[in-house]
Structures are given as structure tokens and as C-alpha cells.
């Protein structure tokens, strides 16, 4: 499952790559003025794994649809053995499912008993451990509420069905043991009517027409077992676009009309599935790859074999630079081993699956896209964290109180635990932290799984005991909190440094053990030393005869922590040209109100023009050009912003007529109408009619009217339009349109 705004907003709001200009920094937070905690975590139940009176291993599916009148006829053929002597009846789970009948292993009617969420089979004589017996339920559902969607045609996609089984929602279309732990191999033969494609998980077997009665027959056939929710099934007149990666087959099922965009949308799918082949050590593990767009995620939602994405992740390539999902396309992916391959056993686990899937995505796009690029995703998962830790809650990662399984889909799940998976990398080496991934796949593949199972993967492959590791950043809430300050002592030659760690308590926070790396940055040359944190206050001590130009605190960027670092104007001027992308943004931002010494200020603005226009990543173009309409003020930065504006990224050009437009100057008008004639972002078009509804006057309306007109990718340059017309309506009398309404 992809992080939310995808079919899972269940526990956290949408992860937003944050537009130039919106990108909130939460380094130097401190407790005493975060906002309260609005949701109380400690008071949902405890939930414990499900137990099973039966191992469920095969089921047989036969579904007959009618479309148009949104029913299916469904049959479950059900392969099980029981885990003891004497089972003389079963549970199924089966949601607005009517139960028509119910068959035992010689084909004899069997008696059952109906509740809201369960059906009740009732053997004619006991089962006996060892047993393996068939099962056939006879059913049929109409147009249920979740798990399986009947949508009719729109403008936005045609006549369809498709599924969402996650978390326990196969029991909407389908009678069985809709529970994680139990795996199983399945088989989907789905009758619909002609003119429809229909996908399913594993190998297809085969497709049957009846031309005389107007049906194809699609037989799926998933031959590994795997847990409920990842079972999958969507029905429509798919274009079908096939690739490959050598003997793997690999396909877009999209949309007519949609063929040219799916196929740079998804062209870099074969290279994902081989890369994280290569870095598991672990060859893809199911018979095909599918992807296949439906109107009932947001995002993605991972199944074995396949993924259900959003149709919002397909878009044209111009929309690629503002809008590019192929961070979701990568995590559904890595979800093939994280989560399908390997599963969790029961609920309080999510991060063995979402965690390993959003920490995979990060991997590809440092990958793919570089270090800087890397290192900038990375910051955007820790503070997606931090917003929820510091505004709803603060829970363990591995947390057995929910009220359902959606609520541990949050950003602790997600972002958080893929930052501590980036630190369990960190203290354990390259090799080592990617030998025990690989480990624990091949020794786990095919059953659920749960954390113990990891933490003793990491013991048997490195022979280190992490224990006290998992239980601080695992098994107990928060995150470390740092007061950081440092001073240099000429006559002593030497830079004491101390940290001081000042999160809350409450609730079991920890006081944190972990090693952390010290840069010192003297003119003859840089060293990095680790000195481990163990205390409330450690103070240390390094040599360092000259003068440090810079003191950096978490060389390399691999803690999850909020901090407060004190520094000269001098050390930041330095920091803002010479570190890492991280630190670089960082000290650009702390250099907003360095001082009111006007040579102070002059300094610090020249050396935030030299960075807006040269830094070579585009955060940190954002962040000196943020900091300079802080630092200067309004027209002083004028000329920079309009240089800004034609910046090669979109976010920096957004962010740049951002500011222009809360200057409110009529004067820059028509440079934003010839922003918007001439750029080829989206997002900055809808920037630049935004300004102008900041800017203008009601003689911009014409102007205004017209852009409402032009498509755009989910339609940001008519909302903007829109937003900008009112605004400017707002400014005087109401302007009466042709249908004599307000424009």
C-alpha cells in the first residue's frame, strides 16, 4: 500500500512532495512550543493476532458478473486442513454476502449458521487432524459498500469493477479467512460480459468466449500462497499495454485513450523490479508484474502480482516534473517482497510492510535520481513524521492498540519507520543491514511474519544483539529532541560540543542511546569522529588547534531527530556554501533575522543571491529566495525573484511568483501573464493566475475567464483561475457574468 493520499488516507493525511515554497523544515523545533496532542492513541484496545482453527490452503473462486445491474454469482471451492482432532465446524468471514449453500467434501448439502459478518459451517461428522477436505460455498453479493466497486461510466473512466481487499475487505466478495496470517493459494474464473478484459493475481490460465451468449470466462491462477487482502480482481475494457523484463511479463492495464501517457508513466517498471531484484538479493517472486488504473484509490494499493493504482498517477509528460508518481509506482513495486513475499502477521506490524516499502522507495529515487535527490526524500519522510508526532500523536511503531488495522497506516508506520530502518542501515553497515534483508526474505518467503522474527534475522547475520535499538525506536514512542551548542577554546586548542536531550517523557519516551557523527571543519581539512549519546547532557571534547569554520552535528544525516543549534552568522555563511544538501537548506534558513548590523545584513543577502542563483539543488534555491524576502523585504528582492522565476526547476520559479504575487504590485501583472503564456509547468501556470488575483484588477478578468478554459493536470490552472477571479471580485463591486450571476 502507498503512503496516503491513496486508497489508505486512513491514518495520516496525503503525503505531499511539498511545492517550492511550502517546504516546512522541522529542525529546530523545541517541546515547549509544540501545538498539543489531539488524538489519545493509549485508549484504543489492544488487539492480538487472530487464531485459526484451520489452515485454509486453497480456494477456488468462480464469480459470474452482470455490470450493468452491478451482481455477481459467486462459488468458493475451499481446500483446508484442520490444526486438531475434532473440528466439526469453521468460521468464514463473509460480508453483505448472501449464502445460498453450502456443499461438504462428497458434494452433500451442509448446515450453516449466518451472522452479520460471518457464515457458520457445520460438518456432518468431525474433522481429524490431517484431514484435507474441499469445502463449496454458493453465494451471490450485490453492489457491496467496500471491497468489490461496480462503477458506472463517466467522463473520468468507463463502466468497470474493482477491488480493494485491503485490510480484512476479500470478505465483501468472496467467503473465507480474511485474516494476515493465514496463507493460501487461490484461483479466480470470472464470467463477464463481451467487450471486457478481466485481471486477476498470478498466471492466467486461460480465456473462454461464448459468442452465443455474449460472456468471456478469464481463469487466473495465483500458484503461490499468500494472504486474503492482497487477492485482486478488476473488470473493464482495459487497454492493455505489455511489456517485459526478459522471460517476466509485465503490463499497463489503463484507460482507452490513456496508452501514450501510461507508457512514460510506467516505462521505468522493468528497471524497478531488477533493481530491487539486485539490492534484496531476492529474484522477483511471482509469474507477472501488472499495473492497473481504477477510480477507487488515490494512490496505489499492492496485491501479489499486481497493483491497483489511482488513475490520477497516469498524466502527460509535461505534468511529469510537478506531478510525478513514480515514487508510488516504486513503492508498490518493493511491496512485491515487503509485504506480499513476506507478510505481517497481524496488524500491529505494519512497518514490516510499509516501512520496507517507503524505505525502498527512498533507495530507488537515491538510485535513480542521485544523492542530493536521495538525501531531500529522505528529509520530506522524517518531517511528514514529525508533523504528526508533534500535532496528533506520538505512538510506538509496533503498537497493538486500534480500533481497526487503519489505524496504524500513519505517518509513524510509513516515514518514521523507514528513517529507522535508515538508521538500523547506519549502525550496521551496507553489507551487513542488506545481507540480513535479503536473509530474512529467503528464510520468511511465503509466510506472515512478525518484528521478533526480524530482530532475530539481524542477530543470526551479523552476530550483533540490536535488541536495545528496536526497543527505543520500535517498541516505545517519540523521537530524540537536541539542544545543541559548541564553542572553541583558542588557548586550549580544543571544541567542546554538548547535547542536551529535551523531549517529553510522556508515555515512555526514552532518553535515546545512539551514536551520532561530529564533523569539524577547521581550514586545514575536515574530520568526522562518532561519539555515542547516552545520557540526558553528554559533553564532548575534540582536539582542534585552529579556529572550526564549521561544527556539523549528524554528519551524514542519518538520526531522526529535531534540534535547535545555535550558531554565528559567520558558521551558518559558511555552512550555507560548503555542506551537504541538508545542511546547506538548514543553514540557509537559520540565517533569517541574523541581526539588525546593516553590514551584517548586506553580508548575508549577498551571499543568499549567490545562492539562490548558483546552489546547484533546488531546495536550497528555494530556501535562499524564501530567506531573502524575509531578510530584505519586499522590492528589494524584486529583481531576484523574476530571475527566479525562469529558474530551471518548477519549484523554484513556483515559489519565486509566489512571493512576487504577495507583493501585491500591479506593476508585475503582465509579467505574470507572460510567466503563464511562456512556462511549461502546471503548477507554476496556476502560480502565476494566482498572483495576478493577488495583483490585478477586474480588467484581468477576460484574461482570467480564458484560462478556466485549459486543461491541466487535476486541474489546477482552472482552480487557480477561478480562486484568482473571486479574489479580484472581492476587491470591488461584483462583476455581473453573461448568465447574470457573480463571476
Not at 456443499?103 to 490431517?130: C, I
Not at 475494457?237 to 490513456?258: A, C, E, K, N, Q
Not at 542477530?459 to 528496536?470: I, L, P, S
Not at 532518553?511 to 564533523?519: A, D, F, H
Request: with cysteine; proline share 6%; net charge negative.
Amino acid at each position: 500500500m502507498s503512503v496516503p493520499n491513496s486508497r489508505e488516507a486512513p491514518g495520516f493525511g496525503s503525503l505531499i512532495i511539498l511545492g517550492a515554497g511550502s517546504l516546512l523544515f522541522l529542525g529546530a523545533l523545541s517541546p515547549s512550543t509544540l501545538p498539543g496532542q489531539e488524538v489519545d492513541v493509549w485508549s484504543r484496545p489492544v488487539q492480538t493476532e487472530r487464531s485459526r482453527t484451520c489452515d485454509f490452503i486453497h480456494y477456488r473462486v468462480s464469480l459470474t458478473f452482470d455490470l450493468d445491474a452491478k451482481l455477481f454469482q459467486g462459488e468458493n471451492r475451499i481446500t483446508l486442513t484442520p490444526f486438531a482432532d475434532g473440528v466439526s465446524r469453521i468460521e468464514l468471514d463473509a460480508m453483505e454476502l448472501v449464502i445460498e449453500s453450502v456443499l461438504g467434501p462428497a458434494g452433500e448439502e451442509l448446515s450453516f449458521e449466518r451472522s452479520d459478518t460471518s457464515v457458520f459451517v457445520v460438518f456432518s461428522a468431525p474433522l481429524s487432524y490431517g484431514d484435507t477436505v474441499d469445502v463449496t460455498v454458493q453465494y451471490r453479493g450485490e453492489d457491496p459498500q467496500a471491497g468489490l466497486f461496480f462503477d458506472d461510466a463517466s467522463d473520468d473512466h468507463p463502466k468497470m469493477v474493482s477491488t480493494d481487499s485491503w485490510p480484512d475487505e476479500a470478505r465483501y466478495w468472496i467467503p473465507l479467512f480474511d485474516y494476515p496470517n493465514d496463507k493460501a493459494t487461490h484461483e479466480l474464473i470470472v464470467t463477464v460480459p463481451e467487450g471486457n478484459k478481466v485481471l486477476s493475481n498470478g498466471r492466467l490460465v486461460g480465456v473462454t468466449e461464448d459468442e452465443a451468449g455474449g460472456t468471456s470466462t478469464w481463469h487466473w491462477s495465483q500458484d503461490l500462497p499468500h494472504s486474503t487482502y492482497l487477492m485482486m480482481l478488476a473488470i473493464g475494457p482495459f487497454t492493455v499495454i505489455r511489456d517485459s523484463l526478459g522471460d517476466l511479463p509485465v503490463s499497463y492495464w489503463v484507460y482507452p485513450g490513456d496508452e501514450e501517457d501510461a507508457r512514460h508513466v510506467f516505462e521505468k517498471t522493468p528497471r524497478m523490479i531488477e533493481f530491487y531484484s539486485d539490492l534484496f538479493d531476492h529474484p522477483y517472486p511471482w509469474a507477472k508484474y501488472d499495473q492497473v488504473t481504477t477510480p477507487r484509490v488515490g494512490g496505489g494499493a499492492e496485491a501479489t502480482s499486481a497493483t491497483i493504482l489511482g488513475h490520477g498517477v497516469i498524466h502527460d509528460r509535461r505534468a511529469e516534473q510537478d506531478f510525478s508518481r513514480e515514487w508510488i509506482i516504486a513503492h508498490e513495486i518493493a511491496h512485491q517482497w515487503w509485504g506480499n513475499l513476506i507478510t505481517l502477521r497481524e496488524w500491529s506490524h505494519t512497518w514490516l510492510n510499509e516501512s520496507f516499502g517507503t524505505y525502498s522507495d527512498y533507495l530507488w529515487t537515491h538510485h535513480e535520481k542521485g544523492e542530493d535527490e536521495g538525501a531531500w526524500d529522505l528529509l520530506e519522510k522524517k518531517n511528514r513524521y514529525l508533523r504528526e508526532a508533534n500535532t496528533r500523536y506520538q505512538r510506538p511503531i509496533v503498537f497493538r492498540r486500534y480500533e481497526r488495522p487503519h489505524d496504524n497506516f500513519d505517518a509513524h508506520t510509513y516515514p518514521k519507520g523507514a528513517c529507522i530502518l535508515h538508521q538500523l542501515r547506519y549502525l550496521l553497515g551496507d553489507e551487513p543491514f542488506f545481507r540480513t534483508l535479503s536473509t530474512f526474505l529467503h528464510k520468511y518467503a511465503f509466510e506472515p511474519v512478525d518484528t521478533h522474527d526480524f530482530m532475530k534475522t539481524v542477530k543470526e547475520v551479523t552476530g550483533r544483539n540490536m535488541d536495545w535499538f528496536f526497543e527505543q525506536f520500535l517498541f516505545r514512542p517519540g523521537h530524540p529532541v537536541f539542544e545543541v551548542s559548541s564553542d572553541w577554546d583558542s588557548e586550549a586548542g580544543e571544541v567542546r560540543l554538548t547535547v542536551v536531550q529535551v523531549q517529553s517523557r510522556k508515555d515512555g519516551v526514552p532518553l535515546y542511546r545512539t551514536p551520532v557523527r561530529i564533523g569539524i571543519v577547521p581550514p586545514s581539512g575536515k574530520r568526522v569522529q562518532e561519539v555515542w549519546l547516552t545520557g540526558e547532557e553528554d559533553t564532548f571534547v575534540f582536539p582542534s588547534p585552529e579556529e572550526p569554520l564549521l561544527v556539523r552535528f549528524d554528519e551524514g544525516n542519518w538520526l531522526l531527530k529535531e534540534w535547535s543549534y545555535p550558531k554565528s552568522t559567520r558558521e551558518l555563511l559558511y555552512q550555507a556554501r560548503n555542506d551537504d544538501v541538508i545542511g546547506r537548506e538548514w543553514a540557509v534558513r537559520e540565517l533569517s533575522g541574523p541581526g539588525a548590523r546593516p553590514e551584517v545584513r548586506v553580508e548575508v543577502a549577498e551571499a543568499l543571491v549567490l545562492i539562490a542563483r548558483e546552489d546547484p539543488f533546488w531546495a536550497v534555491r528555494v530556501a535562499a529566495i524564501e530567506t531573502l524576502a524575509g531578510v530584505l523585504g519586499g522590492t528589494e528582492t524584486v529583481e531576484l525573484l523574476m530571475t527566479a522565476a525562469e529558474d530551471e526547476h518548477s519549484r523554484v520559479r513556483r515559489t519565486a511568483i509566489r512571493l512576487l504575487g504577495e507583493t501585491g504590485d500591479p506593476d508585475l501583472v503582465s509579467f505574470f501573464r507572460d510567466r503563464f503564456s511562456r512556462d511549461d509547468s502546471y503548477q507554476v501556470q496556476a502560480e502565476a493566475l494566482r498572483a495576478i488575483g493577488r495583483s490585478g484588477d477586474r480588467s484581468q478578468l477576460p484574461f482570467l475567464r480564458e484560462a478556466l478554459a485549459i486543461p491541466s493536470h487535476q486541474d489546477v490552472i482552472r482552480q487557480a483561475a477561478q480562486w484568482a477571479m473571486e479574489a479580484i471580485s472581492r476587491k470591488g463591486p461584483p462583476l455581473e457574468s453573461p448568465e447574470g450571476r457573480d463571476a
